[in-house]
């Protein structure tokens, strides 16, 4: 050893070599996706759970993972955004519209064995209010009782008649729970969907595996790993190469080209639930002043916007309704873009000397439009200045909770939003108008006609209240092997509805 | 030796012990609310209160730095804030990653540094030597990352000869694994080993002008054999402190590789981690880099006992 | 005793060329000229760009090169070779606050450290090694976090992650000189410390700062392109050659020029800060080679 220069090369390899042997016990992670067999399939998405408890864990990637995979609702949405029987096989409405009673399957197992009865759904709906943190849970504050009536029967009945409620019960807080699987929610899911949870490599990917013994229909994949990318430059060389097989979510749609006019590749556009907002905080600082905001919204020319930020995909809305709500209108004439009128409303608001900060969460769409929104706000005479706020920490805590910010762009993907963005005077945009709380209140508990026209009003004046400016719809663009079926050309639950993929 | 042996590992003890602290006081100013990020933003203030006691958050920070410490002595880190689960077989999983990341890309740099940069300072004065020379300064100006991208552009994505991205553990499939391992090793060696050539350059040089060389020459050995013979011993004491200082580089170049190739080790973990405001398992991270740099500079000091014996002595 | 051996071969350990033949060498001239190109963009930057670097305007999104436009527009149609103009601007600014930092704290560091009794310099020094345990990119992460990302926040971080090299450096250089003739004789002179620090070791200690700032500057310009990549760096849209190559990724295949431009420009730059250190130490290093 020492008497040439080997110890030198040693050193590192050497303690390298040492350090593995040590650690070779233990199983390290994998992104293992070589495995490509006719009966597995790999997703690329972007945004990984932080656990799998959504009971109490906020953000849209779990619900994304496990709802109506791993875990069921009493009904669920189709992927036209229709109300489809689940758990329960049929429901009806009293003749007072508040008391539901559904009829729930026989033969619906937990994946712990237990049997789902209408025990579970009691439980798991009053467990909403009593164990849940997150501002979703408010959705069953409208429950008066629950009764399970027979193990196939359930009752629920409301405080006051509610169109909402029955929506609300296809998302993440109409998730069936079992009552003795609820111990270690967020590392061992329970729940009597048609895949179970195999294997969690964090930071890299969970695989889901099809259930023995599933009451329903058996799904296509007897395998499916969603695997994450923070990256979507790597997510596309992922499908390129043939480590993944789906996109699940486009976040460069500037490469689209890539796979367009590929024989090998399908791409799939339609909507989502996520409307791109630029927030204005109502509350405080220059965008308080009415006139300001209706400058911004002027200022900004939406479509320059799409196009360049985000390759022209998307679709225009002009407030918070997208295409595939019932009460969904085009109100991109609102505020149609107009340089002069911008740069006039902002001199007559006296806001004109000051500095907005535009501060943005470090997600790809928001940087981009973040670049855009701040060129044209300036060309029209605003002082803007722009930060970059650490996704999720960093934003969450000092714009969603402090509000602590003048402008913001974030996508609110959750489905029917507007209540929870808008309709309530705490929440970071600090909107405050009674007038428009009050329409929804009537939309929630008026007929369903009443419910359309209530919602388009609502819709409208938050719009021309220029309460936030809408830049835009997020697409859903998916790009697939060309063989793989069933994918939603709308995205409209907060599930990625593994059941219904296959392959040709 | 004995007394130089047991102060060096004082030193180590007092070093490891003030980082610690570091590490864990630098936690303490960062903002964010754990328990907050936690439950999300519309929790109620009890529910952050109730979480925040489960955490040990409201104990006193010198209590939750003993705990913390303890929990690391005794290899049982805890649970995550975030998901819950344990840590320890979570950073032993990526710490693995890292190793072999880290370790091939050594080798790589090795393999490379040590024959280029003898070549070098051989041949310095004729034109191979200088091409050699503006090779290596073209490769330390290259950022890692984009030596990665360019690895990518060219033989994942346009030659299809490597899959871009991903990892295999090697017992899973080690031909996988190698072809996922290759790139990634090689963007982190080749740059490394363009700096470690110029060091290597130079610790050869300095020997060449020692007069023992030059006695050996002047009896008639060819340059290179005497230099084989005599030299690279001597060559060999600088280039291991360079090469103890690359690790550090190497560890952290290594966060920027593994994002560019989707690669779940320590470095992807310490960016998620930051980004949830997993303080737990930000500072226990900080800590395992901070310890392996900080150990590999007492193995080196141990190896300078060992190599040269004008260090081994009392006074020189 | 062992430790000052041990500096003296680290600061050997730092390539020294060719050392005692050829005083000018290509190195010098070379990086000399690159690093005057850059600092020229810089300042030309503040009085003429051939457009503004951060309008955004889809009009003209992703043109080829033209005689307008002489490297082309991103994405949102800003001009490209406007951006690596200001973008140079971020680079100068990047490589003076880390080396500003790492040099202010690290030299009179390295000096006491130096001139101090033996065992306190020692301490010194292990305190100064602490820091090595943490590298520049993890620390500026770390100050990511608490301040959140920024060009100046990275910047200092980097600094203070550089401060052990120039301490010890320095320290190394210290111990040479106060072993010269003339500190012992201005020492027999009754000249305090504070006094001989500042007229014999600082002078003599002087080139190795330059050439310590010099190769400082280029790790600050690579590190800055790294953070950027992580999203740590500068914040858009202020114009940077590390971000401008962080957003061209997802355009690599149809514009390759606008990956190419700004890391041509990094490695450009590094290059020659990285030859302008050498060419500087071969320049100036047989002052203290001769006293060894």
Redesign the interface.
């Known amino acids: 050893m020492r008497h040439d220069g080997r110890p030198t090369r040693g050193t590192g390899a050497v303690a390298a070599t040492l350090a593995c042997l040590l650690l070779a016990s233990c199983s390290a992670g994998s992104t293992a996706t070589g495995s490509t067999g006719k009966n597995s399939l790999n997703i690329g998405l972007t945004a990984e759970p932080a656990n799998f408890d959504f009971t109490r864990t906020e953000g849209a990637a779990i619900p994304q993972a496990l709802l109506y995979n791993v875990y069921e609702t009493l009904v669920k949405l189709d992927q036209s955004g229709k109300i489809r029987p689940q758990l329960a096989t049929s429901w009806s409405l009293s003749k007072d519209r508040r008391t539901y009673t559904f009829h729930l399957v026989k033969n619906a197992t937990f994946s712990n064995g237990a049997r789902f009865t209408a025990e579970d759904a009691k439980f798991s709906i009053e467990r909403v209010t009593t164990d849940w943190t997150l501002v979703q849970k408010t959705q069953m504050d409208v429950v008066d009782a629950v009764r399970a009536v027979s193990p196939t029967e359930l009752e629920v009945t409301l405080k006051r008649p509610s169109n909402d409620w029955l929506y609300r019960m296809t998302t993440r807080v109409g998730a069936m729970f079992s009552r003795t699987g609820v111990g270690k929610l967020a590392t061992e899911p329970v729940g009597t969907g048609p895949y179970a949870v195999k294997n969690w490599n964090r930071g890299d990917s969970i695989t889901l595996a099809r259930r023995h013994g599933y009451w329903g229909r058996t799904p296509h994949f007897a395998s499916v790993t969603l695997k994450y990318f923070k990256d979507p430059t790597a997510m596309n060389n992922a499908l390129l190469t043939g480590t993944i097989n789906v996109i699940g979510q486009m976040q460069s749609p500037e490469s689209l080209y890539r796979f367009q006019n590929n024989s090998k590749y399908k791409v799939i556009e339609g909507t989502t639930n996520g409307e791109v907002v630029l927030s204005l905080n109502n509350g405080s600082g220059p965008m308080k002043n009415r006139k300001a905001r209706q400058a911004v919204r002027y200022a900004i020319d939406h479509k320059a916007l799409m196009d360049t930020c985000w390759a022209g995909r998307g679709k225009l809305i002009g407030s918070m309704v997208p295409p595939t709500d019932p009460w969904y209108q085009n109100l991109t004439d609102l505020y149609r873009y107009d340089r002069d009128k911008a740069k006039k409303l902002l001199e007559e608001s006296g806001e004109a000397g000051r500095t907005l900060r535009l501060r943005i969460p470090t997600l790809p769409y928001a940087t981009a439009c973040g670049t855009v929104v701040k060129s044209q706000l300036e060309q029209a005479g605003f002082k803007v200045k722009l930060d970059q706020l650490e996704f999720p920490a960093a934003w969450l805590t000092t714009v969603f909770k402090n509000a602590d910010y003048d402008m913001s762009i974030i996508g609110h993907v959750e489905p029917r939003d507007m209540q929870t963005v808008f309709g309530n005077e705490k929440s970071y945009i600090r909107y405050d108008n009674p007038e428009f709380r009050a329409l929804l209140a009537k939309a929630d508990q008026g007929t369903r006609e009443q419910q359309i026209t209530d919602m388009r009003a609502a819709a409208r004046l938050v719009s021309k209240d220029a309460a936030a400016d809408w830049l835009f719809l997020l697409p859903n663009l998916m790009v697939a092997d060309e063989d793989i079926t069933g994918l939603p050309v709308n995205s409209v639950s907060e599930s990625l509805d593994l059941t219904g993929l296959g392959r040709s | 030796m004995i007394v130089r042996l047991v102060q060096r590992i004082g030193i180590l003890l007092a070093s490891l012990a003030v980082s610690s602290v570091l590490v864990f006081a630098f936690m303490a100013v960062l903002p964010g609310d754990p328990a907050r990020v936690a439950l999300g933003t519309s929790a109620s203030d009890s529910a952050v209160a109730q979480l925040r006691e489960q955490f040990g958050l409201d104990r006193p920070l010198v209590a939750q730095y003993l705990h913390w410490i303890h929990g690391l002595l005794t290899f049982d880190p805890g649970n995550s804030y975030i998901s819950q689960a344990p840590i320890g077989p979570q950073l032993a999983d990526r710490l693995q990653v890292t190793l072999w990341l880290v370790g091939t890309g050594m080798v790589i740099a090795c393999v490379l540094a040590l024959p280029m940069g003898t070549l070098m300072a051989v041949r310095h004065r004729k034109p191979s030597g200088l091409v050699l020379s503006a090779l290596s300064q073209v490769g330390v100006a290259i950022p890692a990352f984009l030596a990665g991208i360019l690895l990518i552009t060219v033989f994942a994505v346009g030659l299809g000869w490597l899959p871009a991205n991903g990892w295999t553990p090697p017992v899973q499939d080690p031909v996988l694994f190698l072809k996922q391992l290759l790139m990634p090793a090689l963007s982190l060696g080749i740059v490394q080993a363009a700096v470690l050539t110029r060091y290597v350059r130079s610790a050869v040089l300095d020997v060449l002008r020692e007069d023992y060389l030059r006695t050996a020459r002047a009896k008639g050995l060819r340059p290179t054999r005497a230099l084989l013979r005599h030299g690279l011993r001597n060559a060999a004491v600088p280039v291991v402190t360079v090469l103890a200082l690359q690790l550090a580089t190497l560890l952290v170049g290594s966060v920027v590789i593994e994002r560019v190739f989707v690669i779940p080790g320590l470095g992807s973990l310490l960016l998620d981690s930051v980004a949830n405001r997993d303080l737990i398992v930000v500072q226990d991270v900080v800590m395992i880099i901070a310890m392996a740099v900080l150990l590999v500079n007492f193995l080196v000091d141990l190896v300078y006992l060992l190599i040269d014996p004008r260090l081994r002595g009392g006074a020189s | 005793?062992?430790a000052?051996?041990?500096e003296a071969?680290?600061a050997?350990?730092?390539?020294?060329?060719?050392r005692r033949r050829r005083p000018v060498t290509g190195s010098l001239l070379v990086g000399g000229l690159v690093v005057a190109i850059v600092i020229g963009m810089a300042l030309l930057s503040f009085v003429w760009t051939p457009h503004d670097p951060?309008?955004?305007d889809?009009s003209v999104?992703l043109r080829e090169p033209s005689p307008d436009y002489w490297f082309g527009t991103d994405?949102?149609?800003r001009d490209v070779f406007s951006q690596i103009l200001m973008g140079s601007r971020t680079t100068l600014f990047v490589g003076f606050v880390a080396v500003g930092v790492a040099a202010v704290v690290g030299v009179p560091l390295g000096i006491v450290a130096g001139m101090a009794p033996r065992w306190f310099g020692e301490l010194l020094m292990?305190?100064n090694?602490?820091l090595?345990?943490?590298?520049?990119?993890?620390l500026a992460?770390?100050f990511?976090?608490?301040y959140?990302?920024g060009t100046l926040v990275a910047m200092i971080a980097i600094g203070i992650a550089s401060i052990p090299h120039f301490a010890r450096l320095i320290r190394g250089g210290t111990l040479q000189v106060m072993e010269t003739e003339y500190v012992t004789a201005a020492r027999a002179a009754g000249r305090g410390p504070f006094a001989i620090a500042v007229r014999h070791v600082l002078p003599n200690v002087t080139s190795l700062v330059i050439v310590q700032a010099s190769v400082g500057f280029?790790i600050a310009v690579?590190a800055e392109?790294?953070l950027s990549?992580?999203?740590f760096g500068t914040?858009?849209?202020t114009p940077s050659w590390g971000r401008m190559?962080q957003e061209s990724?997802?355009?690599?295949?149809?514009a390759p020029r606008l990956?190419v431009f700004p890391?041509v420009a990094?490695?450009?730059?590094?290059?020659g800060f990285?030859?302008l250190g050498d060419g500087l130490r071969d320049r100036f290093d047989p002052k203290l080679e001769d006293r060894r």
């Open positions: 005793m062992s000052p051996e041990r071969t680290v050997s350990a730092v390539p020294a060329g060719r951060t309008l955004v889809p999104r994405k949102f149609g292990r305190g090694d602490l090595l345990a943490f590298p520049a990119l993890l992460i770390m990511a976090a608490v959140g990302a280029a690579l392109a790294a990549f992580l999203g914040p858009p849209p190559l990724q997802e355009l690599l295949s149809i990956a890391g990094i490695a450009v730059a590094v290059l990285n030859l």
